[in-house]
T-cell receptor
Framework: QQQVKQSPQSLIVQKGGISIINCAYE??????FPWYQQFPGKGPALLIA?????SEKKEGRFTISFNKSAKQFSLHIMDSQPGDSATYFC???????????FGTGTSLTVIP | DAGVIQSPRHEVTEMGQEVTLRCKPI?????LFWYRQTMMRGLELLIY????????DSGMPEDRFSAKMPNASFSTLKIQPSEPRDSAVYFC??????????????FGPGTRLTVL
C-alpha cells in the first residue's frame, strides 16, 4: 500500500513556467515532509522539507505548500529552468523513526 | 566528507550468480538504508539499520536477499541466487536522526545491477 501518493507521473513545462507536483498522505502521524531531487545517474538529494506547523516554506525558486486538513502537500518550482529537469520525489516520515515513505516520483522536463 | 560510498557502480551478472553490493555510510551517521529503484515500482525501501542493528526488513522481497552491517562503517546487500527481475538500481543512504535539516537522508550514487 502506497503511503504517499504522488502526481503527476511526468510533467513538461516551458522555461520560465511554474511546475507543480502534488502529494497526498493518510497517516496523520507523519510530521516531516521532504522533497528529493534526482538527476539521471545520481542518487536522490534533499531539495526542501517542511514540518506541519507551517503552511508554506520557500527556498529560492522552490516552495512547499502544506495543507494539514486535506493531508496534501505540493512542490512549486517558479521560473522553471532546463537545469531543473530531474525526477522529484515527495516523502513523509514520523517523529518516532527515521523511515521515509517515498512517492512514486515525477519526471520533470523543462523545455528551453 | 566523501558522502555515502557504494561499490560497485555497475554490476552485470548471470542468473543464478551471487551478487554483493557494498556501502560505506557517512561517518557518524547512525541510520543506514537500502533502497531499490525501478521504473515500475519507483523507490522501495528494502531494509534499514539503526546502530548496526536491522530495524525493519519487511521490504526485502524474498529470502534470496540478505543484508548485514557488521560495523558502523560498512554494510552489504547480498542476492543469492540472482534473477533477471532483480535488475534495478540499488541505493544506500545514511542519516543522523534529528541533525541537520530534519531527518535528511544522504544517498549514495547507486549500483546499477543487471542480471542476464
Amino acid at each position: 500500500q502506497q503511503q504517499v501518493k504522488q502526481s503527476p507521473q511526468s510533467l513538461i513545462v516551458q522555461k520560465g513556467g511554474i511546475s507543480i507536483i502534488n502529494c497526498a498522505y493518510e497517516n496523520t502521524a507523519f510530521d516531516y515532509f521532504p522533497w528529493y531531487q534526482q538527476f539521471p545517474g545520481k542518487g536522490p538529494a534533499l531539495l526542501i522539507a517542511i514540518r506541519p506547523d507551517v503552511s508554506e516554506k520557500k527556498e529560492g525558486r522552490f516552495t512547499i505548500s502544506f495543507n494539514k486538513s486535506a493531508k496534501q502537500f505540493s512542490l512549486h518550482i517558479m521560473d522553471s529552468q532546463p537545469g531543473d529537469s530531474a525526477t522529484y520525489f515527495c516523502a513523509a516520515s514520523t517523529g518516532t523513526g527515521n523511515q521515509f515513505y517515498f512517492g512514486t516520483g515525477t519526471s520533470l522536463t523543462v523545455i528551453p | 566528507d566523501a558522502g555515502v560510498i557504494q561499490s560497485p557502480r555497475h554490476e552485470v551478472t548471470e542468473m543464478g550468480q551471487e551478487v554483493t553490493l557494498r556501502c560505506k555510510p557517512i561517518s557518524g551517521h547512525d541510520y543506514l538504508f537500502w533502497y531499490r529503484q525501478t521504473m515500475m515500482r519507483g523507490l522501495e525501501l528494502l531494509i534499514y539499520f539503526n546502530n548496526n542493528v536491522p530495524i525493519d526488513d519487511s521490504g526485502m522481497p524474498e529470502d534470496r536477499f540478505s543484508a548485514k552491517m557488521p560495523n558502523a562503517s560498512f554494510s552489504t546487500l547480498k542476492i543469492q541466487p540472482s534473477e533477471p527481475r532483480d535488475s534495478a538500481v540499488y541505493f544506500c543512504a545514511s542519516s543522523l536522526l534529528g541533525q541537520g535539516r530534519g531527518n535528511e537522508q544522504f544517498f549514495g550514487p547507486g549500483t546499477r545491477l543487471t542480471v542476464l
